[in-house]
Each structure stands twice: as structure tokens, then as C-alpha cells.
């Protein structure tokens, strides 16, 4: 089966996380394999902590630091990202069925190959999502939006839980 893509977009505290946490935890227990991706546009963000010995070697010019423990094991590169294509950050999901992208309204938003979930806050965020991003599988977040007739069903992704992940179990399986 080749992997699955799909971006849950929306803005700032609309839901997007909860959506991807309750989304993975459901399908994981179908048997599915699960990458997450996250955009973080805070600049100067940084995954590692300062003072820790991976920072230490980042700051003394390793490009490349992996960090391997008895469950985990992390790579951190020091690269410009700024430029990556859609495709170049995907490519680092390997061996999996399905991969979420939170955000990346930019790369993945008008990518009409790439199915989004778009968690809302009001009507008129919904209204602009309608008109800006393709193909929509669903609706979720803190506004229902059933009283617009966008012809996209909405779900609160803590009540109707099965309904979405249904809706992303046939879209996977396409």
C-alpha cells in the first residue's frame, strides 16, 4: 500500500492537534503505521535544548547529531528548511501507511492531490477554507459548521470520533 497524506489545517488553537492525537491513537489500533509531521513557523525555534550535550554538539558544528535511547531514537539536523518542497519533507516518513502534516497551509494547501481535515473556530473561517483549500474530507474543530451547506460533513472529533476516522480509513485505502 503506498503512504497516505493528509493535512489538517486551520488556525492557531483551532484544534488541529487533537484532531491528529485522536486521529493516530484510533488508527494505530486499526493496525495502521502513523507519521506525524509538524510545521513550527516560530522562527528561531529550536527542537533541541540548550546546554544539553546535543546541543553542545550542534554548536560546535556537527550537522548531523543522533540521539539514541532505550525507546526513542532522534535525529537533529542543522539545516536551512525554509526552501524544502512538500517532497523533501515527506521523504523523510518512511515505512509508513499514513502521514499527517499539521499546517503547512502554504505547501499542502493548495496541493489538490492532498485531502484535508480543516479544523474551525467560526463560520467565516470555514467559508475561506471552502473556497481555499482542496479536497476537503471533513470539517472539525470548535464551530460546527452544518448550517452553511458546504456540502462537507463536519464532526466535533470528540463525539463523532468513529465518523472521522471512518471517513480517513476509506481514504487511506483508496
Not at 63 to 82: G, L, N
Not at 136 to 142: H, K, P, R, V
Request: hydrophobic content about 40%; overall charge negative.
Amino acid at each position: 500500500m503506498k503512504t497516505t497524506v493528509i493535512a489538517v489545517v486551520g488556525t492557531k488553537s483551532s484544534g488541529k492537534t487533537t484532531t491528529i492525537e485522536v486521529l493516530t491513537e484510533q488508527l494505530t489500533k486499526r493496525g495502521y503505521e502513523i507519521a506525524v509531521v509538524k510545521h513550527i513557523p516560530e522562527p528561531n525555534f529550536a527542537i533541541d535544548t540548550e546546554g544539553k550535550d546535543t546541543w553542545r554538539f550542534a554548536q560546535s558544528g556537527a550537522k548531523t547529531i543522533v540521539s539514541v535511547a532505550p525507546d526513542e531514537i532522534a535525529t537533529i539536523e542543522k539545516i536551512d528548511t525554509t526552501s524544502f518542497s512538500l517532497e523533501e519533507i515527506l521523504h523523510r516518513c518512511r515505512d509508513v501507511d499514513l502521514v499527517f502534516l499539521e499546517g503547512f497551509k502554504k505547501l499542502a494547501g493548495k496541493n489538490h492531490d492532498i485531502p484535508k481535515i480543516v479544523t474551525v473556530k467560526s463560520a467565516k473561517e470555514a467559508l475561506e477554507a471552502s473556497e481555499t483549500f482542496k479536497p476537503i474530507l471533513a470539517f472539525t474543530g470548535l464551530h460546527s459548521i452544518e448550517t452553511l451547506n458546504l456540502n462537507v460533513p463536519y464532526m466535533n472529533i470528540l463525539e463523532n470520533t468513529e465518523k472521522i476516522v471512518d471517513i480517513v480509513d476509506k481514504n487511506v485505502k483508496k
